[in-house]
């Protein structure tokens, strides 16, 4: 265990509902990221966070796809609509910036059926 | 951020040592090397990272050439527990996983 918890674990819908998925980070870390892992394929960068604010987000992430940290704590990253394509382990990280060292702590991931 | 070359594939015997080379020749002064891995159906674990001088925890020593153009990392007694896809990532900031080397410790 990371320190890092992310909710549901398991989530299946069908294709055009809204599904909405959170991120408990590690307490004290200040930044946050988002990740997509398809089968056989390492981890894709989505978007990260360094507090409250969005710093970065991929061209992976759709019009469909939106990420929130409101209070610089937890995360939320929605999926509008979903697609049969937005199947995938959706993973969150976080790290503390200090100096140069970035090692990020994964959580268990969220892994998102659409049918 | 630096691209890296791993293998795609190894085998270790259980209870010896696992040498996992990463190529990283366009590496950045200021990049750092690091290693993750993922065990099946978990998140990815940070290992270790270094600049330029070896490194060593209590999971593994990473090892960087003198000119920085490549690593290995280095399991001294391999488990069936370390079966595993094994990330080198070379950056300054943002981690971009590459699709690692899946090593599998045989009994």
């Known amino acids: 265990d990371t320190g890092v918890s992310q909710n549901p674990r398991h989530k299946i819908t069908k294709r055009g509902q809204n599904v909405t998925f959170r991120c408990d980070p590690i307490s004290e870390h200040n930044r946050l990221y988002w990740y997509r892992q398809t089968l056989g394929q390492g981890p894709e960068f989505l978007t990260y966070f360094q507090n ?7 061209r992976l992430l759709s019009d469909r796809f939106s990420a ?14 979903t697609e049969q394509g937005d199947s995938a382990m959706y993973l969150c990280a976080s790290s503390l910036l200090a100096g140069y060292s970035y ?3 994964f959580g268990p991931g969220t892994r998102l059926t659409v049918t | 951020d630096a691209k890296t070359t791993q293998p795609p594939s190894m085998d ?10 990463c190529n990283h020749s366009t590496i950045s002064g200021n990049e750092y090397v690091y290693w993750y891995r993922q065990i099946h159906s978990q998140g990815p674990q940070y290992i270790i990272h270094g600049l330029k001088n070896n490194e060593t925890n209590e999971m593994a020593s990473l090892i960087i050439t003198e000119d920085r153009k490549s690593s290995t990392l280095i399991l001294p007694h391999a ?3 370390d079966t595993a896809v094994y990330y080198c990532i070379v950056t300054y900031d943002k981690v ?3 699709p690692g080397t899946s090593l599998s410790v045989i009994p």
């Open chain 2, 12 to 21: 270790c015997a259980e209870g010896r040592a696992a040498n996992l080379p």
């Open chain 1, 68 to 81: 929130e940290r409101p209070k610089g704590s937890f995360s939320t990253l929605e999926i509008q609509r």
């Open chain 2, 79 to 81: 488990t069936l527990r």
């Open chain 2, 96 to 98: 971009i996983f590459g």
């Open chain 1, 103 to 105: 090692e990020q702590y």
């Open chain 1, 52 to 58: 409250e604010a969005q710093l970065e987000k991929s």
